[in-house]
């Protein structure tokens, strides 16, 4: 399966607050009727108000989206698991030992840690959007990530 489109794929980070819920969007907005997509945590957190900032920027709103855990996921049979925090990653290794899904590790800063003014923490968080926009881009129009 590895390089070809999948046809579903799970997006996994820490608290699904920030990152997964943003390449969730992304991942809808531009393949949603040809790709099944969800997002997940480890642990649960809270939606984070700088991701709906820079998500309404782009013209996507994600303020209902509701964090939630990899086991709270009914269907847990995805194509492709893309994590993008190194617990992530660990927890969707585990859950896929028995399985057959491919399991892609995008390593991506978590903008929560940004300092500095609200306009330098907006910037760390667009360049997490715009980061995650364009690898979506390329890994789901049918290529490989490229590691």
């Not at 840690?113 to 306009?119: E, F, L, Q, V």
Request: aromatic share 6%; charged share 25%; with cysteine.
């Amino acid at each position: 399966m590895t390089g070809a489109r999948p046809t579903s794929v799970l997006f996994v980070c820490g608290l699904n607050a920030v990152r997964s819920p943003m390449a969730e969007a992304l991942a809808r907005r531009l393949y949603g009727r040809a790709i099944y997509i969800q997002s997940a945590g480890v642990r649960t957190g809270e939606l984070d108000p700088f991701s709906v900032k820079v998500m309404e920027e782009v013209g996507l709103d994600i303020s209902k989206h509701r964090p939630h855990t990899i086991e709270d996921i009914e269907d847990g049979n995805f194509d492709l698991v893309i994590t993008l925090a190194p617990e992530a990653h660990h927890k969707a290794l585990e859950m896929t030992r028995t399985s057959a899904m491919d399991v892609e590790y995008w390593p991506t800063p978590d903008p929560q840690i940004a300092t500095g003014s609200r306009d330098q923490i907006m910037e760390s968080y667009r360049s997490v959007r715009d980061g995650l926009e364009m690898r979506i881009k390329k890994r789901l129009d049918g290529g490989s990530s490229g590691g």
